[in-house]
C-alpha cells in the first residue's frame, strides 16, 4: 500500500507476486434481466469476488466514516460506470485503493447513463458489493444533453454519449466539489493516487495531464479546419501539444466560472457543420486547451495499450517510469484475455480483474519470463 512502480521490471514482478492475493473473500452474483437478443452476453450474470479492504495509515488525514462528500480531505476521483466497460472499472478501483496511501480518503463519482441496460441501483448494488468501504455517488448523465452535438467517428465506441460526460462534471457533480481526477475505465494505477492529485494547476490553468508535443498535431483535425485561415487561428498564439483526456486533472472551479462547457459544446457545433476532425470527444478539448495544459509526468499515462483505434494491434509500455496503464485505443484488455489472445502487458491488467465469470483463457496463464 502506498508503494510506487517506477519501471517495467517492478511493474511485472508485481503481476506475479500479487495475482495470487487479488481474490477475495465471496464471490458477489448480479443477475441482470436476460431475454433472448438481450446482447449482454457472458456479462448476463455479473459476477465479481469481493475486493480486498484497505485501510488508512497514521499519516493520513481524519475523516468520519459517514463524512460528506464535501469533506476537504477527499481526494476526488470521477469515472464513467456503465454495463460495457463495467469490468474496466472495477479493475481499475481496485487497483487505484491496492496503491492508496489514504484510501480512506478517496471518494469516487460514478457517472451512468440514463439509458444503461445495468440501471443506476443495479450498478450500486454492484459496487457496494464489492467494494464495501468505497465511498462514492452515482449520478445520472442525461444523454440529451449531448446527444444532437455528437458527430460521427473513426470507432462507434466514441459516439457513446458517456464518453463526453467529463465535459459536464462541472454541472452534475456537487458544487462543493472544485477539484476532480478524471479518469477512463480502461485504466490501471499502480502508483498513490495521492501524487496526481497533489499536482499544482499553476498560472490559473484548468486542467493538468500528460502532453506529448513530439505528436503530429495537424493530424488531429482534417484538412478542411487547416486550410480555413479563421478555424486554424485558434491555435496562432499557442504551442499546441497532444494531450489524452481520459487522465486529467481539473480544477472544476475555474471550469465553472470560465465557462469552458459552452467552449467546448460551440466547438462539437462548428463539427456538425464543418466536420474539422475524425475522433470523439477528444478534438474539441484539444481546441480549447491544447497549449495551455499544466504538464504532468508522462508516467501518469502511459496511453495506447489497447492499439490504434482501427486494428487493435499490441503496442509496448513507453521507456521509462510508471504509474498509470491506459489501455486506450480499440483492445481492451478483458477481451483479449477472454478471447485467448492477450497482448503482454493484459497479464498486468488481470492481476486487478475481480470478474469471477471468467473462462479459463482469462485466468493468467504466462510466467514473468513471457514479458521480456
Keep these: 500500500m502506498g508503494f510506487r512502480r517506477h519501471s517495467v521490471e517492478l511493474l511485472l514482478v508485481l503481476w506475479v507476486v500479487l495475482w495470487p492475493f487479488c481474490i477475495g473473500i465471496r464471490s458477489i452474483e448480479t443477475r441482470l434481466p436476460v431475454g433472448e437478443g438481450d446482447g449482454f452476453g457472458v456479462y448476463g450474470a455479473l459476477q465479481f469476488v469481493e475486493a480486498a479492504q484497505y485501510r488508512n495509515g497514521k499519516e493520513c488525514p481524519a475523516n468520519k466514516q459517514f463524512a ?10 470521477a469515472m464513467t460506470l456503465d454495463l460495457e ?7 481499475a478501483l481496485n487497483s487505484i485503493n491496492h496503491h492508496a496511501s489514504c484510501p480512506d480518503n478517496i471518494f469516487f463519482h460514478f457517472i451512468a447513463a440514463e439509458f444503461d441496460p445495468a440501471n443506476p441501483r ?7 458489493s464489492t467494494f464495501p468501504s468505497l465511498k462514492f455517488k452515482i ?14 467517428s473513426i470507432r462507434e465506441a466514441l459516439e457513446n454519449p458517456l464518453n463526453f460526460a467529463r465535459i459536464y462534471l462541472g454541472d452534475i457533480l456537487d458544487s462543493c466539489v472544485d477539484r476532480v481526477i478524471y479518469l477512463d475505465s480502461d485504466i490501471l494505477v499502480v502508483d498513490d493516487i495521492r501524487v496526481l492529485w497533489n499536482t499544482k494547476l499553476t498560472n490559473s490553468r484548468v486542467i493538468g495531464a500528460p502532453e506529448y508535443c513530439h505528436a503530429n498535431f495537424t493530424n488531429y ?3 478542411a479546419f487547416w486550410s480555413d485561415p479563421v478555424l486554424a487561428r ?10 489524452n483526456t481520459g487522465v486529467m486533472v481539473m480544477d472544476l472551479e475555474r471550469w465553472r466560472e470560465g465557462n469552458y462547457k459552452k467552449m467546448i459544446e460551440n466547438w462539437m457545433e462548428v463539427q456538425k457543420k464543418r466536420r474539422i476532425y475524425e475522433l470523439g470527444s477528444l478534438p474539441p478539448f484539444l481546441l480549447v486547451f491544447a497549449g495551455n ?6 508516467r501518469w499515462n502511459q496511453h495506447g495499450l489497447g492499439g490504434d483505434n482501427v486494428k487493435g494491434s499490441c503496442r509496448p509500455l513507453h521507456a521509462g517510469p510508471v504509474s498509470l496503464l491506459h489501455w486506450s485505443g480499440k483492445g481492451k484488455p478483458w477481451s483479449r484475455l477472454d478471447s485467448g489472445k492477450p497482448c503482454p502487458i493484459d497479464g498486468v491488467w488481470s492481476s486487478f480483474d475481480l470478474f469471477n465469470g471468467r473462462s479459463p483463457a482469462a485466468a493468467p496463464s504466462m510466467g514473468y519470463s513471457s514479458f521480456l
Design 293 to 298: 495544459v499544466k504538464p504532468i509526468h508522462h
Design 221 to 223: 483535425f482534417t484538412p
Design 139 to 152: 449520478y445520472i448523465f442525461r444523454e440529451d444533453k449531448v446527444i444532437n452535438l455528437i458527430s460521427s
Design 234 to 243: 485558434v491555435f496562432k498564439s499557442r504551442n499546441p501539444c497532444y494531450f
Design 68 to 77: 460528506s462528500l464535501c469533506d476537504p480531505s477527499f481526494v476526488h476521483i
Design 122 to 128: 443495479l450498478l450500486n448494488q454492484i459496487v457496494r
Design 85 to 91: 466497460y463495467l469490468r474496466g472499472s472495477i479493475a
